[in-house]
């Protein structure tokens, strides 16, 4: 039982370039969600599901995709990455009726 | 408009003290949850409690226990007999509603540092 699992851990992009953060959960949660935290802030909410094939923007969407195919997966992109994503990524998951409980490692990245 | 201040930035106590982390919050809805979480050094993150807008119970777990005062809008973290494996940094949160309890908005948390 791995929990919630991120990959990569970290990258370095250059502005412009796209790139794809993958979340994977073994819980079988219906909840998953993507957060950024910027230095000295909270965690803020980019994107969520409530369940497969289902996405729903958070507090700060612009700039990012996401895509549930899978149950078990929660895909955040970044199409023409910037400077102001440079951050850490940290994707939850949980069971309705939805508590982020258990959060991944997080992904570092940095935006050259 | 929702917001939570955690208006100490960092505090610093020598091992075995007591500590408490202050959590304001500013909300509309009368229906609401609070949050706290912890994020030790090696970054993540780790969930502590929730606790929603109609238990205004005091929540002991161990040496961790939560005062929730609505009078107050405060939501304080209290650790007794503080250890090193405590030192990490500490968020409280609010969501709004019944049905979004997801839709956290954190505070910018509070760096706690126990020294030997």
């Known amino acids: 039982n791995a929990g919630v699992t991120q990959t990569p851990k970290f990258r370095v992009l250059k502005t412009g370039q796209s790139m794809t953060l993958l979340c994977a959960q073994d819980?079988?949660?219906?909840?998953m969600y993507w957060y950024r935290q910027d230095p000295g802030m909270g965690l803020r909410l980019i994107h969520y599901?409530?369940?497969?094939?289902?996405?729903a923007k958070g507090e700060v969407p612009d700039g990012y995709n996401v895509s549930r195919l899978k149950k078990q997966n929660f895909l955040l992109g970044l199409e023409s990455a910037a400077p102001s994503q440079t951050s850490v990524y940290f994707c939850?998951?949980?069971?309705?009726?939805?508590?982020?409980?258990?959060f991944g490692p997080g992904t570092r990245l940095t935006v050259l | 408009a929702q917001k939570v201040t955690q208006a100490q930035t960092e505090i610093s106590v020598v091992e075995k003290e007591d500590v408490t982390l202050d959590c304001v919050y500013e909300?509309?809805?009368?229906?609401?949850?609070l949050f706290w979480y912890k994020q030790p050094p090696s970054g993540e993150l780790v969930f502590l409690i929730r606790?929603?807008?109609?238990?205004?119970q005091n929540e002991i777990s161990g040496r961790y226990s939560w005062n929730f005062q609505k009078s107050t809008s405060s939501f304080n973290f209290t650790i007794t007999a503080s250890q090193v494996v405590d030192s990490a940094v500490y968020f409280c949160?609010?969501?709004?509603?019944?049905?979004?309890?997801?839709?956290?908005?954190f505070g910018s948390g509070t760096r706690l540092l126990v020294r030997p």
């Open positions: 939850a998951s949980s069971k309705p009726p939805g508590t982020p409980r258990y």
């Open positions: 819980m079988n949660h219906e909840y």
């Open positions: 599901s409530v369940g497969e094939g289902t996405t």
């Open positions: 909300t509309r809805d009368t229906t609401y949850y």
């Open positions: 606790r929603n807008s109609f238990d205004e």
């Open positions: 949160a609010l969501s709004e509603g019944m049905d979004s309890s997801y839709k956290l908005i």
